[in-house]
C-alpha cells in the first residue's frame, strides 16, 4: 500500500495570502487527486493532478484559484490562491494504487483555517 | 451528475446490536461503490468496495441496483467500530475519482 505524507499539516493564514500543500508518496503512481473536505461536508473532488501536464479541474474549481504541479511521479503541490474564510478546509491528496486493484489511499490531510 | 446520499449524520447503537448505514446513490453509468471509514485521529482509509464481495471486520455491503442502494451492515456492533463511516461512488473520466456521500458517524455504546 502507498503511504502518503502531507507538509504542513495544518496553517493559520491572512485572507489574500497564499498557501502551497505539499503531497509525496513513497512510490510511483500515475493518479494522485487533490480533495477539499469543507467542515461539515463530505469530501469534494477539485482536481486530478496529471504528470507532465494540466491538472484536470472539476466542476466548480479553477486552475487560477487551485494551481497544482505534479513534477514527477511521487509529489504533488497544490496552492490555495488569494485566500479567503471560505477557503477554510481540510485538503487531502490521494493515489490510487493500481497495483492494489486501484484502491484509493489517503494522506492525512492539511487543515487550513483562513483569518 | 453522480450523487451519494447518506441520510443520517449519526447512528448510535449498543454494543452487539445489528448496525445498518444507509447508502443511495444517483448515476447514469454503472456504479462502482465503496466505503471508506475513518476512526478518530486516523486517516481514510478504504473499508470494503462492491466488486469484492467480502467481508471485511465484519461488515458487508451488497449492492442493489434496482434500489440504488450500497447499505453497509454488520450483525453485531463492536466498541471499535466507533468511527466515520463514508461511502463513495467511482465515477469514469479518468482513474477512479470518487464522489463521497457525507458521512455518517458510528457510535457504538458499551
Known amino acids: 500500500s502507498a503511504v502518503i505524507s502531507q507538509k504542513p499539516s495544518r496553517d493559520i493564514c491572512q485572507r489574500g495570502t497564499s498557501l502551497t500543500i505539499q503531497c509525496q508518496v513513497d512510490?510511483?503512481?500515475?493518479?494522485m487527486f487533490w480533495y477539499r473536505q469543507q467542515p461539515g461536508q463530505s469530501l469534494t473532488l477539485i482536481a486530478t493532478?496529471?504528470?507532465?501536464?494540466?491538472?484536470?479541474?472539476e466542476s466548480g474549481f479553477v486552475i487560477d484559484k487551485f494551481p497544482i504541479s505534479r513534477p514527477n511521479l511521487t509529489f504533488s503541490t497544490l496552492t490555495v490562491s488569494n485566500m479567503s474564510p471560505e477557503d477554510s478546509s481540510i485538503y487531502l491528496c490521494?493515489?490510487?494504487?493500481?497495483?492494489?486493484?486501484?484502491?484509493?489511499?489517503f494522506g492525512p490531510g492539511t487543515r487550513l483555517t483562513v483569518l | 451528475a453522480q450523487r451519494v446520499t447518506q441520510p443520517e449524520k449519526l447512528l448510535s447503537v449498543f454494543k452487539g446490536a445489528p448496525v445498518e448505514l444507509k447508502c443511495n446513490y444517483s448515476?447514469?453509468?454503472?456504479?462502482?461503490l465503496f466505503w471508506y471509514v475513518q476512526y478518530s485521529r486516523q486517516r481514510l482509509q478504504l473499508l470494503l468496495r462492491h466488486i469484492s464481495r467480502e467481508s471485511i471486520k465484519g461488515f458487508t455491503a451488497d449492492l442493489n441496483k434496482g434500489e440504488t442502494s450500497f447499505h453497509l451492515k454488520k450483525p453485531f456492533a463492536q466498541e471499535e467500530d466507533s468511527a466515520m463511516y463514508y461511502c463513495a461512488l467511482a465515477f469514469t473520466g479518468g482513474g477512479n475519482k470518487l464522489t463521497f456521500g457525507t458521512g455518517t458517524q458510528l457510535k457504538v455504546e458499551l
Open positions: 448515476y447514469s453509468g454503472s456504479p462502482e
Open positions: 493532478a496529471n504528470q507532465g501536464s494540466e491538472a484536470t479541474y
Open positions: 490521494s493515489v490510487e494504487d493500481q497495483t492494489g486493484g486501484d484502491e484509493q489511499f
Open positions: 512510490s510511483q503512481v500515475t493518479m
